[in-house]
T-cell receptor
Framework: GQNIDQPTEMTATEGAIVQINCTYQ??????LFWYQQHAGEAPTFLSY????GLEEKGRFSSFLSRSKGYSYLLLKELQMKDSASYLC????????????FGKGTKLSVKP | NAGVTQTPKFRILKIGQSMTLQCTQD?????MYWYRQDPGMGLKLIYY???????DKGEVPNGYNVSRSTTEDFPLRLELAAPSQTSVYFC????????????FGPGTRLTVT
């Protein structure tokens, strides 16, 4: 079956750097997404990786290693508003229905 | 652009009742999706559509039905509601293609008692 693993919760300090890991086991791979979801709100898109390497977008970066089935989301210069859940999702087949989300990592940023 | 809109925002149903969750997008996206999200769990795909007139099952389709008569609208129908369908339902849309970034609606919080 298809599976994605992420840590359930993480805590970090304002101004620091935090890395949220995601490992996946899927039958095929067509891309990996990171979404941010604040409590009680809808997910919003952060990043997309399909090739190995690092994608940087402002304070957020996402890394992918397809051979290891591994990705991470790096958040720099943490702000209080970064307190949210971060969802990893993988498209693993040719169909749009072949999309699986992880359970999400709840990040708490402390002053 | 309003993006993706969903109605209602909240609903309480009795066991055995039926209802339709509405979803509309004004971005001319071909792809639309319905997810449910239970506490502490990831998003689970219920149904999706790659264009008007075309729908397909996702991971958890039982107890639900969909239709896609227009590009803009993708309603989700619950027949004979059960407590197991208590959840938050999100509708999403995307252009499709390689990147396929999804845009989510605000969600419908449904309780079945």
């Amino acid at each position: 079956g298809q599976n994605i693993d992420q840590p359930t919760e993480m805590t970090a300090t304002e101004g620091a750097i935090v890395q949220i890991n995601c490992t996946y086991q899927t039958s095929g791979f067509n891309g990996l997404f990171w979404y941010q979801q604040h409590a009680g709100e809808a997910p919003t898109f952060l990043s997309y990786n399909v090739l190995d390497g690092l994608e940087e977008k402002g304070r957020f970066s996402s890394f992918l290693s397809r051979s290891k089935g591994y990705s991470y989301l790096l958040l720099k210069e943490l702000q209080m508003k970064d307190s949210a859940s971060y969802l990893c999702a993988v498209i693993y087949g040719g169909s749009q229905g072949n999309l699986i989300f992880g359970k999400g990592t709840k990040l708490s940023v402390k002053p | 652009n309003a993006g993706v809109t969903q109605t209602p925002k909240f609903r309480i149903l009795k066991i055995g009742q039926s209802m339709t969750l509405q979803c509309t997008q004004d971005m001319n996206h071909n792809y639309m999706y319905w997810y449910r999200q239970d506490p502490g769990m990831g998003l689970k795909l219920i149904y999706y559509s790659v264009g008007a007139g075309i729908t397909d099952k996702g991971e958890v389709p039982n107890g639900y039905n969909v239709s896609r008569s227009t590009t803009e609208d993708f309603p989700l129908r619950l027949e004979l509601a059960a407590p197991s369908q208590t959840s938050v339902y999100f509708c999403a849309s995307s252009y499709g293609g390689v990147k396929n970034e999804q845009y989510f609606g605000p969600g419908t919080r449904l309780t079945v008692t």
